[in-house]
């Protein structure tokens, strides 16, 4: 029946117009293969020659499918049905887990594993596992290290032409996709539906060990490693391993040395971009967390929470050797090395150590000269910031 089906399709073919031979070629009785019509543009093989013509459009640009609600075209009839739903606001497949609503099956079946845990696509190179056979695709690019998208204006290259295309956004200011509720303008359509859910509260990804729920897949997946304790990101210069990609980098700084943010207001480096955000803030005067037992205001969150315990009488921190227990980790680790002896801060000057890292600081300005202190009656410098404080109250008090 096989061999009779293939002479069938030889004679249609021989039948065909000399303008259609252009388009198709058929395979030889030789080969018997089931994909009998080839693209003569890129060599692809189809066993139905309605499927051949689909993928000449690829090839052509025709879209015969227009939208006439928007006009947008399209080259496949079920590409155009499921976006004529975005007007008609049609979507089928409801999750029974959590009740979000999808247009297609197969972004359904994807979301689905993210409820059940399912990852059925498996990287043969790692054994890293994946719940969408695009999202193994994409990781396998990380082995073979392939990035043949290249950016014209920095050359930066990329390794999908999707990411090439957002990323040249930044160079021109692109910025299309605009939330309705505050105005913020981003690059992507994805990252301006994740921006929304801070509008709507919408956690669609939760904790498969916990309770906890997340807006964005990646915080989930960060949070689940608390729970299984998994650090695939290694130092290259040191065994530290790190949960996150951006604590690698921002840790791997500590032996390279670089302090890539620099403040607008001096000259003074740092290599994280919240240290540099949080120094300005000495500059401006901004200080955006207020207590709310008093009127304190504090530059950092984690001040303020430390400062609430005051108020509170909180002291998390228990020492190991006694039962003595503080506010600050700090406090706590200064405490303690007074059990232990242990003073792990040395001067780059003399000998002299410290168990504490201000301590060593402040003595290192004997050596330097360095007084950042100043008054600002009188313009004296002042090496400890006590120091300062005594002098202005014993001279510029009223």
């Not at 640009?61 to 227009?66: A, D, H, L, Q, Y």
């Not at 947008?72 to 609503?101: L, N, R, V, W």
């Not at 990380?142 to 290259?157: F, N, W």
């Amino acid at each position: 029946m096989g061999l009779l089906t293939i002479i069938s399709d030889v004679m249609l073919e021989n039948e065909e117009s000399e303008e259609e031979e252009k388009h198709y070629s058929i395979s030889s009785l030789k080969r018997r293969d089931k994909k009998c019509f080839t693209c003569r543009h890129c060599g692809k093989d189809f066993i139905h020659k309605e499927s051949l013509e689909i993928h000449m459009r690829i090839h052509t640009g025709e879209k015969p499918f227009t939208c006439d609600q928007c006009g947008k075209s399209f080259a496949i009839k079920s590409s155009f049905k499921y976006h004529m739903m975005i007007h008609t606001g049609e979507k089928p497949f409801t999750c029974d887990q959590c009740g979000k609503s999808f247009t297609q099956k197969s972004h359904f079946n994807d979301h689905m594993r993210i409820h059940t845990g399912e990852k059925p696509f498996t990287c043969d190179q790692c054994g890293k596992m994946f719940f969408r056979a695009s999202d193994l695709k994409r990781h396998m690019l990380v082995h073979t290290q392939e990035k043949p998208h290249s950016c014209s204006l920095c050359g930066k290259s990329f390794s999908h032409l999707q990411n090439l295309q957002v990323h040249q956004k930044m160079h021109t200011g692109e910025k299309a996709f605009v939330c309705f509720e505050c105005g913020k303008p981003f690059i992507t359509a994805s990252t301006l539906k994740e921006h929304q859910r801070i509008h709507t509260g919408e956690k669609p990804y939760k904790c498969s060990h916990c309770e906890k729920r997340f807006s964005q897949l990646g915080y989930l997946k960060t949070h689940e490693r608390i729970h299984t304790g998994e650090k695939p990101y290694k130092c290259s210069h040191c065994d530290k391993r790190f949960s996150q990609s951006g604590s690698l980098k921002t840790h791997e700084r500590i032996h390279t040395g670089e302090k890539p943010y620099k403040c607008s207001h001096c000259d003074k480096r740092f290599s994280h971009s919240q240290n540099l955000k949080t120094h300005k803030r000495i500059h401006t005067g901004e200080k955006p967390y207020k207590c709310s037992h008093c009127d304190k205001r504090l530059i950092q969150s984690q001040h303020l929470k430390t400062h609430e315990r005051i108020h509170t009488g909180e002291k998390p921190y228990k020492c190991s050797h006694c039962d003595k227990r503080f506010i600050q980790s700090q406090h706590l680790k200064t405490h303690e090395s007074s059990h232990t002896g242990e003073k792990p801060y040395k001067c780059s000057h003399c000998d002299k150590r410290f168990s504490q890292s201000g301590s060593l600081k402040t003595h290192e300005r004997i050596h330097t000269g360095e007084k950042p202190y100043h008054c600002t009656a009188c313009g004296k410098s002042f090496s400890q910031s006590s120091s300062l404080h005594r002098h202005t109250k014993n001279n510029h008090s009223k």
